[in-house]
């Protein structure tokens, strides 16, 4: 038969915590101190007599190896002392010893120097277990009634007092190791409660670091010196660097974001949002950053930057998009529509009168140009409401690149070396290569169309001339293609760079403001992203980074 294991509890043996640690040390304190005390009283004649001491040899001995022992305990390392008892025990036996002895060289408990086993009792029975208390003050108990029987047998010291005295003592050690039970049992279950509490505490922040290490949401500190305090995998990633240390220059990682951020700090906003945006380092996606203070009164200092992808928010917002721009464009083409062809047709009978002068057929053609203008921002309201979803397909690059040059060419009258295909990023340096893209080829070819239509429009040179290349390859950091427009114009203000985009901003006053809007919306309607640059030997950029091909849909 089997005999039953025994309790989990009953095989462990609790080790030394950092109460005892502080406890053992105040105690080894006072031996030193007492050790101290003693070998004065050895030494110095005037306390010899004072304190009567028959052998001071013996009491010099006792001080000495009871120091020696204080030193050697205080220094051990604390790796020794892995059971709790044995310490306990240990250090009650050498007490016990030290002042039995010590009670011997100076005439026996009649000296009055037993009380100075109270002191290691109680501290001892303050960390001892429950079943050890009773031990620990037996244990001192014996060492007074040890000296005792020598000084019978050795110094013929025969006193009844001595006898009843050393029994007083040791009742008084067992009603001090008794008292402290109480006060053991709670500091241990204090202990025990910041224990826990420290573990707690310690999960809390491992755990919130884990989050904040792991969440899908970029974000950074900074602190007044424009240094970074805290970053993200995520924020590490879209800024391009997995070595962003603490302490590291905000403008070494991301001199946009802190041009932003030195912007919004000298500002008197309190609105947490900043002005602008950033590109992340992939080239695929728009940033806006948002900064919020962390001082409670608001003044300098930690700043907490969220950097929130432009190509979410806009998901989020497209359904109700076209639902109001189809409440729009039914009540354009009703209301708005119909009477602009009619004012432009009057316009048109009018300029057929014999009886006009040059000065009235001008105005007639003011009607019909700004007439027209209406009709194309009409046009082109319902043709974004009316676009729906996209139908994408796989696409080689560099083909359709060609077949929509000789069309766009042809159109607009522009020769092959105004309008010329680019390609880029082979490794092997090949000339000619081809880009996979999966885009509805229809939606493509109106965002390029406008595109280049902008390049001609406000992208000519000084001479008058435009010169557009059409650049494709793949991103060197992720992979994913994308396509270029660029011109050598004079290229957009600084002010308006995060304007074009806006519905009906323009600068040009024959324009609508609907085509870098229409073609960004369009770009997103197939996953990809557009964005703009500046070119460093001037003009404009516009680049089309195409969807992920790891994401695409077979």
């Given at each position: 038969?089997?005999?039953?294991?025994?309790?989990?509890?009953?095989?462990?043996?609790?080790?030394?915590?950092?109460?005892?640690?502080?406890?053992?040390?105040?105690?080894?304190?006072?031996?030193?101190?007492?050790?101290?005390?003693?070998?004065?009283?050895?030494?110095?004649?005037?306390?010899?007599?004072?304190?009567?001491?028959?052998?001071?040899?013996?009491?010099?001995?006792?001080?000495?190896?009871?120091?020696?022992?204080?030193?050697?305990?205080?220094?051990?390392?604390?790796?020794?002392?892995?059971?709790?008892?044995?310490?306990?025990?240990?250090?009650?036996?050498?007490?016990?010893?030290?002042?039995?002895?010590?009670?011997?060289?100076?005439?026996?408990?009649?000296?009055?120097?037993?009380?100075?086993?109270?002191?290691?009792?109680?501290?001892?029975?303050?960390?001892?277990?429950?079943?050890?208390?009773?031990?620990?003050?037996?244990?001192?108990?014996?060492?007074?009634?040890?000296?005792?029987?020598?000084?019978?047998?050795?110094?013929?010291?025969?006193?009844?007092?001595?006898?009843?005295?050393?029994?007083?003592?040791?009742?008084?050690?067992?009603?001090?190791?008794?008292?402290?039970?109480?006060?053991?049992?709670?500091?241990?279950?204090?202990?025990?409660?910041?224990?826990?509490?420290?573990?707690?505490?310690?999960?809390?922040?491992?755990?919130?670091?884990?989050?904040?290490?792991?969440?899908?949401?970029?974000?950074?500190?900074?602190?007044?010196?424009?240094?970074?305090?805290?970053?993200?995998?995520?924020?590490?990633?879209?800024?391009?660097?997995?070595?962003?240390?603490?302490?590291?220059?905000?403008?070494?990682?991301?001199?946009?974001?802190?041009?932003?951020?030195?912007?919004?700090?000298?500002?008197?906003?309190?609105?947490?949002?900043?002005?602008?945006?950033?590109?992340?380092?992939?080239?695929?996606?728009?940033?806006?950053?948002?900064?919020?203070?962390?001082?409670?009164?608001?003044?300098?200092?930690?700043?907490?930057?969220?950097?929130?992808?432009?190509?979410?928010?806009?998901?989020?917002?497209?359904?109700?998009?076209?639902?109001?721009?189809?409440?729009?464009?039914?009540?354009?083409?009703?209301?708005?529509?119909?009477?602009?062809?009619?004012?432009?047709?009057?316009?048109?009978?009018?300029?057929?009168?014999?009886?006009?002068?040059?000065?009235?057929?001008?105005?007639?053609?003011?009607?019909?140009?700004?007439?027209?203008?209406?009709?194309?921002?009409?046009?082109?309201?319902?043709?974004?409401?009316?676009?729906?979803?996209?139908?994408?397909?796989?696409?080689?690059?560099?083909?359709?690149?060609?077949?929509?040059?000789?069309?766009?060419?042809?159109?607009?009258?522009?020769?092959?070396?105004?309008?010329?295909?680019?390609?880029?990023?082979?490794?092997?340096?090949?000339?000619?290569?081809?880009?996979?893209?999966?885009?509805?080829?229809?939606?493509?070819?109106?965002?390029?169309?406008?595109?280049?239509?902008?390049?001609?429009?406000?992208?000519?040179?000084?001479?008058?001339?435009?010169?557009?290349e059409l650049r494709f390859g793949r991103l060197a950091s992720n992979g994913r293609p994308y396509l270029e427009v660029a011109d050598n114009g004079p290229g957009v203000a600084t002010e308006d760079t995060e304007r074009?985009?806006?519905?009906?901003?323009?600068?040009?006053?024959?324009?609508?403001?609907?085509?870098?809007?229409?073609?960004?919306?369009?770009?997103?309607?197939?996953?990809?992203?557009?964005?703009?640059?500046?070119?460093?030997?001037?003009?404009?950029?516009?680049?089309?980074?195409?969807?992920?091909?790891?994401?695409w849909v077979m």
């Amino acid at each position: 038969m089997q005999s039953p294991a025994m309790p989990q509890q009953a095989l462990t043996l609790r080790a030394p915590t950092d109460l005892t640690w502080r406890v053992v040390g105040l105690v080894n304190l006072y031996r030193i101190v007492i050790a101290l005390g003693f070998g004065a009283v050895g030494l110095v004649p005037a306390l010899r007599v004072s304190f009567a001491v028959p052998s001071a040899n013996v009491l010099l001995l006792a001080a000495g190896a009871y120091l020696a022992c204080a030193l050697i305990m205080a220094i051990l390392p604390k790796r020794v002392w892995s059971n709790l008892r044995a310490l306990t025990l240990i250090h009650a036996v050498l007490d016990s010893l030290a002042v039995g002895a010590t009670l011997w060289a100076l005439g026996g408990v009649n000296s009055g120097l037993g009380i100075l086993l109270v002191l290691p009792v109680g501290a001892m029975a303050l960390l001892a277990e429950e079943t050890d208390t009773y031990l620990l003050a037996a244990i001192a108990t014996l060492a007074l009634l040890a000296q005792q029987i020598l000084r019978v047998n050795v110094n013929n010291d025969s006193s009844n007092s001595d006898w009843l005295l050393s029994g007083v003592l040791g009742g008084v050690l067992f009603l001090v190791a008794m008292s402290v039970r109480p006060v053991a049992k709670r500091l241990r279950d204090n202990e025990a409660l910041v224990k826990r509490q420290e573990t707690d505490l310690l999960n809390l922040a491992q755990l919130s670091q884990h989050i904040v290490t792991h969440l899908r949401e970029s974000m950074l500190v900074i602190d007044a010196q424009q240094r970074i305090r805290l970053i993200n995998d995520s924020a590490a990633q879209v800024l391009g660097t997995q070595t962003a240390a603490t302490g590291s220059l905000l403008a070494e990682i991301s001199p946009r974001l802190a041009e932003l951020l030195a912007a919004w700090r000298s500002s008197s906003a309190i609105n947490p949002a900043g002005e602008g945006t950033l590109a992340a380092t992939d080239g695929a996606r728009l940033l806006l950053p948002r900064f919020a203070r962390l001082s409670a009164d608001g003044t300098e200092g930690l700043v907490l930057i969220f950097l929130e992808d432009t190509g979410l928010l806009a998901e989020q917002v497209q359904q109700s998009k076209l639902a109001a721009l189809g409440r729009l464009s039914a009540s354009i083409a009703h209301e708005i529509r119909n009477p602009v062809g009619a004012m432009s047709h009057a316009g048109q009978l009018l300029a057929e009168s014999a009886t006009l002068d040059g000065d009235d057929k001008r105005l007639t053609q003011i009607i019909r140009i700004n007439a027209d203008r209406i009709s194309r921002l009409i046009e082109n309201v319902l043709e974004f409401s009316r676009r729906g979803s996209s139908k994408p397909e796989r696409l080689q690059l560099a083909r359709w690149l060609v077949h929509f040059r000789n069309e766009f060419a042809s159109t607009v009258e522009l020769t092959d070396e105004q309008l010329q295909i680019v390609p880029l990023g082979r490794e092997d340096n090949s000339p000619a290569f081809d880009v996979e893209v999966r885009v509805d080829p229809v939606q493509l070819q109106q965002v390029v169309w406008n595109l280049c239509r902008n390049a001609m429009t406000h992208g000519c040179d000084a001479s008058g001339q435009a010169h557009i290349e059409l650049r494709f390859g793949r991103l060197a950091s992720n992979g994913r293609p994308y396509l270029e427009v660029a011109d050598n114009g004079p290229g957009v203000a600084t002010e308006d760079t995060e304007r074009i985009f806006e519905p009906f901003f323009t600068r040009d006053r024959r324009g609508t403001g609907l085509g870098l809007f229409l073609a960004r919306e369009l770009a997103q309607t197939n996953g990809a992203t557009l964005l703009y640059e500046r070119r460093p030997s001037g003009g404009s950029l516009f680049r089309l980074v195409f969807s992920d091909p790891a994401r695409w849909v077979m």
